[in-house]
C-alpha cells in the first residue's frame, strides 16, 4: 500500500501549527548540506587529503589501532594549535557532519568516495576530541579502541565470616516508597514533569531507555569543569553560555546511545530548548548546593 499527501508543506504547517508552540517543516534533507560541511571542515586545515587517504586505507586494511591513532594524532596536533573558539566551531562542524551522513547514508546512495573517506576518520576523531574535554568519562564510541589481549581471574584469598544470628526486624518497605538505592525523589519528580510536559506540547513519548539518556547527559555536563566554574564566577546569562556550548558538545559524543532522542532534540529547536532549560535549571541548582555545603 502506498500512502501519499497531496498537501504541500505550507498547508500542512498551517494546519498543524494550531497545536504547537513552534512548527517547522522542511521541504526535505538535502544531500548536499554534506558538501557545505565538508568544505568547511576543509577551511580548518586540521584534516588534511594525505590524512584522508592514509586512513582510509588503513582502515580498509583492517590496520591496528596504533596505527590508526598515528593519523588521527596528526589532526590533533594541528587542532591543538588552532584557537578556542576554531575548536569548538570545528567539533561542531564535524559533528553535524558525522549525525547528517550517518542519517543520509540509510536512505540516500554516495558515489562520492571523498564524503566516505571523511565520514570514517571524523567519527573516531570526534570521539578522541570530545573525550578530552571531560577524561573522567570516556564516550561509549571510544570503548572500539581499547584492545584486551588477555585476562585471567587470579585468587587474592580465601576464608569465612562469622555472621551472629539477630532478631532485629527489618522496616518494610511501604508503598510509594523510594527505595535509598534508586533515584532520588527531588530528582525523579522534576524529570518526570518536564518529561509530561515535552510530551503535551511535542508528542514524543519518552521510554525508560530516554530517561536514562537524559541523566546521564545532566550529569556529564554537570560534572565538567568549565560548567562548575562558569557558574561559581558568573552570572546566569553567562552560565547559560559554557552550559550550551558544553551540552552541545557532550550531546555530540553521546550520538550512538539513543539516535531517536538525539535527533529529536537537535532537529526541533524548541524542543531542545525546553529540554536544555530543564537540564541548566537543575544544573545551576546543584552546583550551587554543593557550593553552599562545601
Given at each position: 500500500?502506498v500512502?501519499?499527501?497531496?498537501?504541500?508543506?505550507?498547508?500542512?504547517?498551517?494546519?498543524?501549527?494550531?497545536?504547537?508552540?513552534?512548527?517547522?517543516?522542511?521541504?526535505?534533507?538535502?544531500?548536499?548540506?554534506?558538501?557545505?560541511?565538508?568544505?568547511?571542515?576543509?577551511?580548518?586545515?586540521?584534516?588534511?587529503?594525505?590524512?584522508?587517504?592514509?586512513?582510509?586505507e588503513?582502515?580498509?586494511?583492517?590496520?591496528?589501532?596504533?596505527?590508526?591513532?598515528?593519523?588521527?594524532?596528526?589532526?590533533?596536533d594541528?587542532?591543538?594549535?588552532?584557537?578556542?573558539?576554531?575548536?569548538?566551531?570545528?567539533?561542531?562542524?564535524?559533528?553535524?557532519?558525522?549525525?547528517?551522513?550517518?542519517?543520509?547514508?540509510?536512505?540516500?546512495?554516495?558515489?562520492?568516495?571523498?564524503?566516505?573517506?571523511?565520514?570514517?576518520?571524523?567519527?573516531?576523531?570526534?570521539?578522541?576530541?570530545?573525550a578530552?574535554?571531560?577524561?573522567?568519562?570516556?564516550?561509549?564510541?571510544?570503548?572500539?579502541?581499547?584492545?584486551?589481549?588477555?585476562?585471567?581471574?587470579?585468587?587474592?584469598?580465601?576464608?569465612?565470616?562469622?555472621?551472629?544470628?539477630?532478631?532485629?526486624?527489618?522496616?518494610?518497605?511501604?508503598?510509594?516508597?523510594?527505595?535509598?538505592?534508586?533515584p532520588?525523589?527531588?530528582?525523579?519528580?522534576?524529570?518526570?514533569?518536564?518529561?509530561e510536559?515535552?510530551?503535551?506540547?511535542?508528542?514524543?513519548?519518552?521510554?525508560?531507555?530516554?530517561?536514562?539518556?537524559?541523566?546521564?547527559?545532566?550529569?556529564?555536563?554537570?560534572?565538567?569543569?568549565?560548567?562548575?566554574?562558569s557558574?561559581?564566577?558568573?552570572?546566569?546569562?553567562?552560565?547559560?553560555?559554557?552550559?550550551?556550548?558544553?551540552?552541545?558538545?557532550?550531546?555530540?559524543?553521546?550520538?550512538?546511545?539513543?539516535?531517536?532522542?538525539?535527533?529529536?532534540?537537535?532537529?526541533?529547536?524548541?524542543?531542545?530548548?525546553?529540554?536544555?532549560?530543564?537540564?541548566?535549571?537543575?544544573?545551576?541548582?546543584?552546583?550551587?548546593?554543593?557550593?553552599?555545603?562545601?
Amino acid at each position: 500500500m502506498v500512502l501519499d499527501f497531496v498537501n504541500d508543506a505550507e498547508d500542512i504547517q498551517d494546519a498543524f501549527e494550531p497545536y504547537y508552540e513552534r512548527t517547522t517543516l522542511q521541504e526535505g534533507t538535502d544531500p548536499n548540506r554534506l558538501y557545505d560541511l565538508e568544505h568547511q571542515i576543509r577551511e580548518f586545515g586540521i584534516i588534511i587529503d594525505r590524512d584522508l587517504e592514509e586512513f582510509a586505507e588503513l582502515w580498509h586494511e583492517g590496520s591496528t589501532q596504533k596505527e590508526l591513532h598515528r593519523v588521527l594524532d596528526r589532526c590533533v596536533d594541528r587542532y591543538d594549535a588552532a584557537t578556542e573558539e576554531e575548536q569548538s566551531d570545528f567539533r561542531r562542524r564535524i559533528g553535524r557532519y558525522v549525525r547528517l551522513y550517518a542519517f543520509l547514508a540509510q536512505v540516500v546512495p554516495f558515489e562520492d568516495v571523498e564524503l566516505e573517506k571523511l565520514y570514517i576518520l571524523a567519527k573516531p576523531l570526534l570521539s578522541k576530541l570530545l573525550a578530552r574535554l571531560d577524561p573522567s568519562d570516556v564516550p561509549d564510541e571510544l570503548l572500539q579502541y581499547v584492545d584486551i589481549d588477555s585476562y585471567r581471574i587470579q585468587e587474592s584469598g580465601s576464608g569465612s565470616v562469622e555472621i551472629e544470628q539477630g532478631e532485629e526486624p527489618l522496616t518494610a518497605q511501604s508503598e510509594g516508597r523510594p527505595s535509598s538505592s534508586g533515584p532520588s525523589e527531588s530528582e525523579e519528580k522534576p524529570l518526570s514533569a518536564i518529561l509530561e510536559k515535552l510530551n503535551e506540547q511535542f508528542g514524543y513519548d519518552f521510554t525508560e531507555e530516554d530517561r536514562v539518556f537524559i541523566k546521564q547527559l545532566k550529569k556529564r555536563v554537570q560534572d565538567h569543569d568549565a560548567v562548575q566554574k562558569s557558574i561559581e564566577v558568573n552570572d546566569e546569562s553567562a552560565a547559560r553560555l559554557t552550559f550550551d556550548d558544553v551540552a552541545e558538545d557532550e550531546l555530540q559524543g553521546m550520538v550512538d546511545r539513543n539516535f531517536k532522542l538525539y535527533k529529536k532534540i537537535t532537529d526541533n529547536e524548541a524542543f531542545g530548548r525546553m529540554l536544555f532549560d530543564y537540564l541548566f535549571d537543575r544544573t545551576l541548582e546543584e552546583v550551587r548546593e554543593e557550593a553552599a555545603e562545601g
